[in-house]
């Protein structure tokens, strides 16, 4: 595997240079676009990682995942009356759909359904950005996950597209807590700072029907992280989710800081990241690293 991993890593270093940034964020567009790492996380506990997989980035809308779960756990089945679990076939920050669909976001990984998700724990938890920030350690097993202030206030500066949404959800009875407190708990969840390695460890519960082998807890039921990997195959790469269940074949979720997580049930839980995004917002050489890992082992789920 470890072999591997560096012989994938150098197949895709010639695609670094072809995709941007996220400059729309600010403090993400000073990020070196030329990294490049990727960890994989056997359920057994064992990882393997090649190329800058220590290195801690900002997680964006890979948070989303650790959100849903949160809220899966509170409100369980109670959460699918206020937001679906369809594909969207729009852009993730897409208004359109909002509004002619009355408010209703059509799953949790497009930015109006994690602002709903955010909502939802808004209410429930007293501290939403610490709780979130101590989940993922939890998950992970690193104590020292924290949430990088300058790109939280970076994104909040720029909020005006995700308020936008929020408020127009509120217009429509689906929005319960002050707008600005909840893109202030949800800007921090994007900003986490994690890397591959803390990513792929983090996410191995959706590897092992549930179970989270660093606390020894039952993060969800079998069923439960059985639904959240559906929904990551079907909605967890923006709209360019069926190119990668095309090329890919496993339920991931990407953020436009390069990170891109994927899970195979009942083996293994794979992050890659590279800053560099292709037009649908997601890694360009993360994409094609996947394809190439789960050529050559054979992981498709399909």
């Known amino acids: 595997m470890q072999s591997l991993l560096e012989e994938i890593l150098d197949e ?6 072809r995709g941007a940034v996220a400059n729309y964020i600010p403090a993400l567009a000073e990020v070196d676009p030329g990294q490049l ?16 997989a220590q290195t801690p980035f900002s997680i964006q809308s890979i948070s989303k995942v650790f959100s ?21 076939g729009q852009p993730f920050n897409s208004l359109v759909q ?19 998700i955010c909502d939802i724990n808004q209410s429930r938890f007293a501290a939403p950005t610490l709780s979130l920030r101590d989940f993922a350690r939890r998950l992970c097993g690193n104590p020292l996950i924290v ?12 909020r005006a597209r995700n308020a936008a949404m929020a408020y127009l959800m509120q217009a429509f009875g689906n929005f319960h807590n002050d707008v600005e407190a909840v893109l202030h708990s949800y800007f921090h969840h994007c900003a986490l700072r994690m890397s591959c390695v803390d990513l792929a460890r983090a996410f191995a519960f959706l590897a092992r029907e549930g179970h989270c082998l660093h606390s020894d807890e039952q993060v969800l039921s079998a069923r439960q992280a059985k639904q959240v990997n559906s929904i990551m195959a079907t909605s967890g790469l923006y709209d360019e989710a069926g190119n990668f269940a095309y090329r890919v074949g496993l339920p991931g979720k ?49």
Do not use: M
């Not at 799953?107 to 109006?112: D, L, M, Q, S, V």
């Not at 794979?270 to 050489?285: F, I």
């Open 68 to 88: 849903l779960v949160q809220a899966i756990q509170h409100s369980g089945e109670g959460i699918w009356s206020r937001l679906g679990y369809e594909p969207s």
């Open 12 to 17: 895709v270093r010639p695609l670094l240079g």
């Open 254 to 302: 990407s953020g436009v800081g390069g990170g891109i997580v994927a899970v195979v049930p009942g083996r293994f839980s794979v992050c890659v990241w590279s800053p560099e995004l292709n037009a649908a917002g997601n890694s360009l050489a993360g994409i094609a690293a996947l394809e190439k890992l789960t050529e050559r082992i054979g992981w498709s789920i399909f």
């Open 98 to 116: 909002l509004e002619f669909e009355a408010g209703r976001p059509r799953n949790p990984f497009i930015n109006a359904g994690a602002l709903v």
């Open 37 to 52: 790492g990727i960890a994989v996380y056997g359920v057994s506990g064992k990882t393997w990682q090649a190329g800058d």
């Open 147 to 158: 949430s990088d202030a300058k790109v939280a206030a970076s994104e909040y500066q720029h």
